[in-house]
């Protein structure tokens, strides 16, 4: 079956450092991958994508690439804010069930911490 | 956020009482989804439905229920089976092959 598997946190990090979150994955097929962003209280907010093997998500400093021969997908960012602080979580969509219907499966979620 | 909207934010129930939370969406999504969040941890998957009519247990459907009668609307009760039903309900749809997320509930019971 398909599993996601991520740091395990907390990562805290002084404001203007650099971030890596790190997330592998174990699936069949070829999935698209993602990452999540949870702020206190509230639901999951799409962060960044990608589709296909070598793909690039970026959105908000954040990027992430998709390494089919690490099977990996590591969320990076190279200055973060105090507005940064929250979860993130890594999560895959097995692309074999387009048409069963894409679900989600998830990482555990990284709670990143930032300093001012 | 893909046109999810969940109500209301913060419910409490009595022990032995069903509710129900509300999630709509507005953008003609096909698929729809629940999770339940515990704090501190990740999603697991409660139901999903594809089509009207049509849903499927995720994996730990057991104390809850789902309907889809309207394509824009995916309720979800909470019965008095549910033994532990206090989290962080989210509910999510499918646009192409990304998920988008509602803003969730907080169920707690008293």
């Known amino acids: 079956g398909n599993s996601v598997t991520q740091m395990e946190g907390p990562v805290t990090l002084s404001e203007e450092a650099f971030l890596t979150i790190n997330c592998t994955y174990t699936?069949?097929?070829?999935?698209?991958l993602f990452w999540y962003v949870q702020y206190p209280g509230e639901g999951l907010q799409l962060l960044l994508k990608?589709?296909?093997?070598?793909d690039k998500g970026s959105n908000k400093g954040f990027e992430a690439t998709y390494r089919k021969e690490t099977t990996s997908f590591h969320l990076e960012k190279g200055s973060v804010q105090v507005s940064d602080s929250a979860v993130y979580f890594c999560?895959?969509?097995?692309?074999?069930?387009?048409?069963?219907?894409?679900?989600?499966?998830f990482g555990g979620g990284t709670r990143l911490m930032v300093k001012p | 956020d893909g046109g999810i909207t969940q109500s209301p934010k913060y419910l409490f129930r009595k022990e032995g009482q069903n509710v129900t939370l509300s999630c709509e969406q507005n953008l003609n999504h096909d698929a729809m989804y629940w999770y339940r969040q515990d704090p501190g941890q990740g999603l697991r998957l409660i139901y999903y439905?594809?089509?009207?009519?049509?849903?499927q247990k995720g994996d730990i459907a057991e104390g809850y229920s789902v309907s889809r009668e309207k394509k824009e609307s995916f309720p979800l009760t909470v019965t008095s089976a549910q033994k532990n039903p206090t989290a962080f309900y989210l509910c999510?749809?499918?646009?192409?092959?990304?998920?988008?997320f509602g803003e969730g509930s907080w169920l707690t019971v008293v």
């Open positions: 999560a895959l969509s097995d692309r074999g069930l387009n048409n069963a219907g894409n679900m989600l499966t």
């Open positions: 999510a749809a499918r646009s192409g092959n990304t998920i988008y």
């Open positions: 699936a069949t097929g070829y999935p698209s």
């Open positions: 439905s594809q089509i009207v009519n049509d849903f």
């Open positions: 990608a589709t296909k093997a070598d």
